[in-house]
T-cell receptor, first 111, second 114 residues
């Protein structure tokens, strides 16, 4: 049973435009959410996180939105750059429990 | 230069052979983890350890074994009982010893079966 779902395996966006990556979850006990970015043959690196007490968290070009009633979060990248091309994983957890990762979305930013 | 070092970067296993993947960290983190990544799938937890000399099974522990004799080291052995070992293996650590904190990942080991 996939508790964290990223239904879009890939996304292609033009440089300078907005990239929106989506993530849905089923476990209402999840209270902390993270996004990781992964380049090929490398380990993921932490990008941004959000606690369930917030509905938005912003860090430079990256903003994560959380809609608890819909059990949905999204990552916005504005403006998108070619260096943003990578696989993005969302992950979720509840207090003291292990992280559950989604299947990832491959973002390609083209000139 | 602090971080997590995984070795080797590429590893080949023959049928019936056990192989060990190395993971070392100099971040002074309490918790360490092993994940497996397969194409089109998320990261799946194999084993994790929150303290030296203690470790717990993750979601897909069958066919794997670990040890945590030192805080800095958390090697993973892929045994011959693991029938589908070809995957990208990632080691991670976190500083506070709880399993839901931000993880720091190594660069991974690609294991293939000959």
């Amino acid at each position: 049973d996939q508790q964290v779902k990223q239904n879009s395996p890939s996304l292609s966006v033009q440089e300078g435009r907005i990239s929106i990556l989506n993530c849905d979850y089923t476990n209402s006990m999840f209270d902390y959410f993270l996004w990781y970015k992964k380049y090929p043959a490398e380990g993921p690196t932490f990008l941004i996180s959000i606690s369930s007490i917030k509905d938005k968290n912003e860090d430079g070009r990256f903003t994560v939105f959380l809609n608890k009633s819909a059990k949905h979060l999204s990552l916005h990248i504005v403006p998108s750059q070619p260096g943003d091309s990578a696989v993005y994983f969302c992950a979720a957890t509840s207090n003291t429990d292990k992280l559950i990762f989604g299947t990832g979305t491959r973002l390609q930013v083209f000139p | 230069d602090g971080g997590i070092t995984q070795s080797p970067k590429y590893l080949f296993r023959k049928e019936g052979q056990n192989v060990t993947l190395s993971c070392e960290q100099n971040l002074n983190h309490d918790a360490m983890y092993w994940y497996r990544q397969d194409p089109g799938q998320g990261l799946r937890l194999i084993y994790y350890s929150q303290i030296v000399n203690d470790f717990q099974k993750g979601d897909i522990a069958e066919g794997y074994s670990v040890s945590r004799e030192k805080k800095e080291s958390f090697p993973l052995t892929v045994t011959s009982a693991q029938k589908n070992p070809t995957a990208f293996y990632l080691c991670a650590s976190s500083p506070w010893g709880t399993t839901n904190e931000k993880l720091f990942f190594g660069s991974g080991t690609q294991l293939s079966v000959l």
